[in-house]
């Protein structure tokens, strides 16, 4: 199993940006499609984004897509979420998550179902 940490969370006023960051650790990170979850109060975890284990293909939500941009560096085993012009419906605990198979893809990572490992989360809390 790949061991996931998220950080660079935080407030921000609606239209700010923010970045997150994954560090990975365990299993080799090149072999695994990444992404990211969110989950708002009250609502289910939806996906965000995903890359492949190349970093060649990637996936986006309607809701974030030309906002969002997501990115892996396999040397350094990590995966960040750039995050521009963000709005009150941001808002939510954000999950890094790494694919259960290797070579898993990253169209088949959008279901949560084809997660492998989670991070611990960390809150985005955007203002309006």
């Known amino acids: 199993q790949v061991q996931l940490v998220e950080s660079g969370g935080g407030l921000v006023q609606a239209g700010g940006s923010l970045r997150l960051s994954c560090t990975a650790s365990?299993?080799?990170?090149?072999?695994?499609?990444m992404g990211w979850f969110r989950q708002a109060p009250g609502k289910e975890r939806e996906f965000v984004a995903t890359?492949?284990?190349?970093?060649?293909?990637?996936y986006y939500a309607g809701s974030v897509k030309g906002r969002f941009t997501i990115s892996r560096d396999n040397a350094k085993n990590t995966v960040d979420l750039q995050m521009n012009s963000l709005k009150p419906e941001d808002t939510a605990v954000y999950y890094c998550?790494?694919?259960?198979?290797?070579?898993?893809?990253?169209?088949?990572?959008?279901?949560?179902?084809?997660?492998?490992?989670w991070g611990q989360g960390t809150q985005v809390t955007v203002s309006s």
């Open positions: 998550v790494a694919s259960k198979d290797p070579y898993g893809t990253s169209s088949s990572l959008r279901s949560s179902t084809s997660v492998g490992s």
């Open positions: 365990g299993r080799t990170f090149t072999n695994y499609a």
């Open positions: 890359i492949a284990w190349s970093g060649g293909v990637t």
